[in-house]
């Protein structure tokens, strides 16, 4: 996803918080004194602990959020942040947080797209896993041990310092953190040959509700599945991954071909919703939609940029395309042959010849609010159909907005629907994200663009996947549905949960129950356990 317009937003660090400070500082201040004294580790804690009074608090809180909605002065604040150096600063977070009734957000790349992982409507506190970011590549055995903090970036530049013939099929956006990311699956331009992140997830260690630190052996194979796609924030706090390396070749294909309406983009995007999921698994070609001004003066139309990666060279891309996609008319002068970890940088929208350090930067260059949804498709759109979508992209809210169709079928509909909690596989042609972005502060332009993005979404129901209407849980939409305040319902998570997982909820729910009953690790939408008073109901 890349950012359209940009602007700085400056910290506004007003109010620094929406509720009762004076309520909770007695908890507060236990809270920080079992931190400090009885963590087991107060030699080092302290190097780690901010409250509103380290004249750092402000950047290391505004540091990773990676959407500005969520940093306003009505944002609500951490009470306090940990950033650990250390696992045993984790134990003693969760361990003094339980004990002080504290709730935790635990953030490792702050991309959640309604920022969950920094913004809780209760006193809380942020363990920011920023410096626990180790990334340890074993070639030889192509795996490789990634913490939480580390981005997907790091984790490519890593893989290719060591070996460029090796890869991983995790995200396009450089700067999105493992722990999130592989939690909620993780797709980037391999999906359709090696399918997500978290399909190739061999190990993890992870810290319990009591403080314990568990491995695949000793968490069980239960608790293994759930990490895998269950989305952050409900099972755990993930301290790192292990890994299985893909093979990649040394010279790829890549290329972005756009046309507008005027070129025939209906006729062409319709086309390719037949043939995307279809071509061979080395060939990933997804579209982005835009509005962007015509040739004719003062006039708007819908640019389709095909944008796409051959794990190959142009020789043989040239001829496959000609015979499953020639309405395209790709021609040799559109293709770029890179090596592998080169198309990451393009697909990030770097230009060629940049070096492959901005692989190490962690700052995001989307420098506007945005909101985004998300939806499944299992038969084509026809035309009447996508025009529907064109008029709404010329109302004036939609002047930044965009809309990506990522092909799937290849490995993706191989795997079971079971094998992880993510569900969408076999039967699915593309995913949609739609995303709208605004420039203007304050709250008017916000509603009115999100308003825009729930009109387009409640435009496309007849269109996408049914009963239930699919969502990708890393693309995070709150307007699926939530949690309620205090205890959590299971009837009432089945709604959103459905449509993240299908079928695999209850499991999920299932594994939340024996992991973690009392529902420490909450938010507006982790996985509930069933509550005592829910089975006493007999439901
Ligand atoms: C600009 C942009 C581009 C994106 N591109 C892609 C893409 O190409 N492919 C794709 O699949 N997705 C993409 N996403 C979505 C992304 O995968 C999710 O937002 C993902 O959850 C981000 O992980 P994070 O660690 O950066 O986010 P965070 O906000 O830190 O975490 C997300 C969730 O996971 C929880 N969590 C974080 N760390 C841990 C941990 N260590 N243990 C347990 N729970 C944890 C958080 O509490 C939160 O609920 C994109 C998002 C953005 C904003
Ligand atoms: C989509 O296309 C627009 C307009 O060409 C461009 O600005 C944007 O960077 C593209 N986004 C992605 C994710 O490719
Ligand atoms: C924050 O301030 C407290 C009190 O001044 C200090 O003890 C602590 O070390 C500071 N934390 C950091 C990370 O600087
Ligand atoms: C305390 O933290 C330091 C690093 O910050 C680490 O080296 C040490 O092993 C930790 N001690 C315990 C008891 O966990
Ligand atoms: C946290 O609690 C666990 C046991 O539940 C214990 O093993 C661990 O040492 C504790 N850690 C700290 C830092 O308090
Ligand atoms: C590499 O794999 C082999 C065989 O599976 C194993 O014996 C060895 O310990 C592994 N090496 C490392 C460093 O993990
Ligand atoms: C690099 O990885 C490939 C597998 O993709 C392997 O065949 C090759 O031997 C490795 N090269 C080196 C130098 O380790
Ligand atoms: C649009 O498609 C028609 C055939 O359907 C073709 O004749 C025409 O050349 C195409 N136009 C462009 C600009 O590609
Ligand atoms: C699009 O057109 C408008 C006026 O019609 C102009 O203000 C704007 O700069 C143009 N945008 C681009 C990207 O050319
Ligand atoms: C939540 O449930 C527990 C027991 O299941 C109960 O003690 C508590 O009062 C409930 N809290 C709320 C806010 O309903």
């Known amino acids: 996803m890349k950012p359209v317009g940009s602007s700085v937003f400056p910290f506004a660090f007003a109010l620094l918080l929406s509720f009762s400070w004076a309520t909770s500082a007695h908890t507060h201040e236990n809270f920080l004194q079992c931190l400090t004294l009885g963590s087991g580790n107060s030699s080092t804690i302290s190097e780690v602990i901010y409250t509103p009074s380290n004249s750092s608090y402000s950047s290391v809180l505004q540091f990773s959020i990676q959407n500005p909605r969520f940093s306003t002065p009505a944002t609500p604040k951490p009470l306090v942040i940990v950033t650990p150096s250390h696992v045993s600063h984790i134990q003693a977070a969760i361990n003094c947080s339980r004990t002080h009734g504290m709730q935790v957000r635990v953030r490792s790349g702050g991309h959640d797209y309604e920022g969950l992982s920094y913004v809780s409507d209760v006193p809380f506190v942020l363990i920011d896993l920023i410096d626990l970011r180790s990334v340890s590549v ?5 795996t490789a041990w990634v913490q939480s903090g580390a981005t997907i970036g790091e984790v490519y530049y890593r893989i290719a310092e060591k070996n460029r013939t090796l890869g991983f099929p995790g995200g396009i956006a450089t700067t999105l953190g493992v722990g999130g990311h592989f939690s909620g699956g993780g797709y980037g331009t391999m999906l359709r040959k090696y399918g997500l992140a ?3 997830i061999i190990d993890a260690q992870l810290v319990d509700v009591k403080g314990r630190i568990l491995d695949r052996g000793s968490m069980g194979e239960d608790l293994f599945w759930a990490i895998r ?3 952050g924030g409900s099972f755990g706090i993930i301290l790192a991954w292990k890994i299985k390396l893909v093979h990649v070749p040394s010279t790829v294909t890549v290329f972005t071909v756009s046309r507008n309406l005027e070129q025939n983009a209906t006729k062409l995007v319709h086309r390719w919703q037949y043939v995307a999921a279809k071509l061979h698994e080395d060939l990933f070609i997804r579209v982005n939609l835009t509005s962007v ?5 003062g006039k708007r139309t819908i640019q389709a940029s095909f944008n796409s990666l051959y794990l190959g060279r142009i020789d043989k891309l040239l001829p496959m395309m000609q015979q499953s996609f020639p309405e395209l008319g790709l021609m040799r002068e559109d293709c770029i042959e890179k090596s592998w970890i ?28 945005f909101k985004a949804k998300s939806d499944y498709v299992q038969e084509p759109i026809p035309e009447l159909g996508l025009e529907g979508i064109w008029k709404r992209f010329s109302e004036k809210e939609a002047e930044s907005a965009l809309i990506l169709l990522t092909p799937y079928g290849g490995r993706m509909s191989e795997i079971a629907e079971s094998a992880t909690p993510f569900p969408h596989r076999a039967g699915t042609i593309y995913k949609i994200q739609y995303v709208v972005y605004w420039e203007e502060e304050e709250t008017a332009a916000s509603k009115r663009h999100i308003s825009w993005i729930r009109r387009l979404y409640s435009y496309m129901a007849p269109y996408v996947s049914k009963s239930p209407r699919g969502a990708y849980v890393n693309y995070r939409d709150l307007d699926i549905g939530t949690n309620g305040k205090g205890n959590t319902s299971y009837r009432r998570a089945r709604i959103w949960g459905n449509k993240y997982f299908k079928s695999n909820f209850d499991r999920l729910v299932h594994v939340k129950t024996v992991v973690d009953p009392a529902n420490f690790f909450k938010n507006k939408q982790s996985i509930p356990p069933f509550s005592s008073g829910w089975k006493k109901r007999g439901a």
């Open 138 to 142: 074993d070639a030889k055995n192509s």
């Open 198 to 200: 978290a399909d190739n």
């Open 229 to 231: 796609g269950g989305g």
């Open 293 to 297: 001004n015509s040739s004719q003066e």
């Open 342 to 369: 080169e198309s990451i940088l393009y697909f990030e929208g770097f230009p060629s010849g940049e070096s492959l350090n901005v692989l190490l930067k962690r700052t995001l260059l989307i420098g506007a609010p």
